[in-house]
């Protein structure tokens, strides 16, 4: 792992938005895969010690993942995402909400938009999240900005790892 990696992690309550940028030293190929294949992303996204299990995903426009993140007592938090817009490679939206195990979802939700961006034999992912609510937002803000720094760590991890092989 390389400690020059950019990583910044913005909040602005005022617009209800989330920013991060992440690079990983990685080809564009590898980091889009993370993001979007389920298999992959099971094996990153979850804060240790929770894990991750994707019940189901259709990666293209109008599709879903439905997943949860599950706490070493088994505990499940589930989420439903649904897919807005893809430019293979360099972009992607959703929009996020958390769920019961019957899909019920609980709104407000969030919009997410990824960029990304190769740069020599790194990649570059800029994150940005608007939630609809400010109180959505303060709610989940602490754990979840523990939770995706952690889960980012884990994927630099998992990419140096399968860089090894």
């Known amino acids: 792992m390389k400690n020059d990696l950019l990583f ?13 940028t992440r690079e990983f030293d990685a080809g564009l190929s590898l980091v889009w895969d993370a993001f979007t294949k389920a298999e992959i992303l099971d094996q990153w996204i979850a804060p240790k010690p929770m894990v991750a299990k994707t019940k189901y ?3 293209k426009v109008g599709g879903k993942r439905f997943y949860a993140m599950i706490s070493p007592e088994g505990v499940e938090r589930w989420a439903m995402q649904e897919y ?17 195990k019957d899909e019920n979802l609980e709104l407000p939700g969030s919009e997410w938009d990824h960029n990304f961006s190769e740069e020599g034999e790194r990649t570059r992912v800029n994150i940005s999240i608007y939630n609809e609510s ?32």
């Open 8 to 20: 910044d992690f913005t909040v602005d309550k005022a617009a209800k938005m989330v920013f991060i």
């Open 134 to 165: 400010l109180e959505r937002l303060e709610r989940v803000l602490d754990g979840f900005t523990l939770g995706m720094k952690m889960a980012l760590s884990n994927l630099e991890n998992l990419l140096a790892a399968s860089s090894k092989k």
């Open 57 to 59: 995903q259709d990666f």
């Open 84 to 100: 807005t817009s893809i430019t293979p490679k360099t972009n992607f939206k959703m929009n996020n909400a958390f769920a019961d």
